[in-house]
């Protein structure tokens, strides 16, 4: 299945994706659970985009965010999900390579966006809660929108900056991809150019966009725990805990399980693969469980939902 062409060759028409290493008598179980997973973050996060869109108690900053959000892992898991899948029912793991490059391209741009929405609901979650007498001022509908379409912009724009230093690279010798999608690094490793500019981009813009998005997200929870500890109060705590909830299970979900993997795994590719695993597919399919089990608004507009299909279907 080799794709090189004879003699010293700068490109390559496919890569072979090695997948998740498992064992070739459990590719059965594990393509079901994984095309049970990827349903369930479609279907999960479209009810939520839904929900959103039909319940006006819903037309609100939070939720505008959490649509986009939705939104974002919905396309997360799409770029990477259906070809692994694909790829454990065929058995034939090549991928061309314009498809690799354009999985890579949207996986770095669904990927940042998440982060940088995080930090956007984050600042959200502050204001109502340290401002709550200004929020509908501060979080006017123009700011959320500025917000969202930063967000958008930033991620696109680190994408295709990446995507256009990687297409100057070439690849000559190994076409073998150690891994379930087309990564950044991996493909680092296997070309056969100059890559410092490549990784001189991913250490300073990988840092500055990996740092400020953090740093809003604890800014926030750190600036709303001295609001509530400067009064305490059981009414104080409730209405935190309402508000900010859902986000901060979201947010201990999408950073808390890249820390344990890359705390508790011993090999470098393992850490890689498991993270890859826990942000791309694990935490876009229980993002809409939390919202949905723990926030009343969620739950009160499904309840109607359900009502009206009700009714609907007896007429």
């Not at 999960?44 to 985009?49: F, T, V």
């Not at 354009?102 to 982060?115: P, S």
């Not at 750190?222 to 409730?238: C, D, F």
């Not at 986000?247 to 950073?255: G, K, M, P, Q, R």
Request: aromatic share 12%; charged share 10%.
């Amino acid at each position: 299945m080799s794709s090189m062409r004879p003699g010293n060759q700068s490109s390559m028409s496919e890569f072979l994706l090695l997948g998740l290493p498992i064992n070739p008598g459990h590719q059965g179980m594990f393509f079901a659970l994984f095309l049970g997973m990827y349903l369930t973050t479609v279907l999960g996060n479209l009810l939520i985009i839904l929900l959103i869109k039909l319940d006006y108690r819903l037309h609100t900053p939070m939720y505008f965010f959490l649509s986009h959000l939705a939104f974002s892992d919905i396309s997360l898991s799409s770029v990477t999900v259906p070809k692994m899948l694909l790829n454990m029912h065929t058995q034939q793991p090549s991928i061309p390579y314009v498809g690799c490059i354009c999985q890579l391209h949207f996986f770095t741009l669904f990927g940042g966006l998440d982060n940088f929405l995080l930090a956007v609901m984050a600042y959200d979650r502050y204001v109502a809660i340290c401002h709550p007498l200004h929020y509908t001022t501060i979080m006017r509908e123009g700011l959320c929108a500025l917000l969202v379409a930063g967000s958008w912009i930033i991620s696109s724009g680190s994408a295709l900056l990446h995507t256009i230093l990687l297409v100057r690279l070439s690849f000559c010798a190994n076409n073998v991809i150690t891994h379930f999608f087309c990564d950044l690094t991996v493909l680092l490793k296997l070309s056969c150019s100059d890559i410092s500019l490549n990784e001189l981009v991913l250490f300073a813009e990988g840092g500055v966009f990996s740092v400020l998005p953090l740093a809003i997200i604890f800014g926030s929870y750190i600036r709303i725990g001295t609001i509530i500890l400067k009064a305490p109060s059981t009414k104080k705590l409730l209405k935190a805990f309402s508000t900010c909830g859902s986000h901060f299970f979201v947010v201990s979900l999408f950073y808390g399980t890249l820390v344990g993997v890359y705390l508790l795994s011993s090999s470098w590719d393992s850490k890689h693969i498991i993270a890859s695993v826990m942000y791309s597919i694990v935490t876009p399919m229980l993002n809409p469980f939390i919202y949905t089990l723990r926030n009343r608004d969620i739950k009160q507009a499904l309840e109607c939902l359900s009502i009206g299909l009700k009714k609907l279907i007896c007429q």
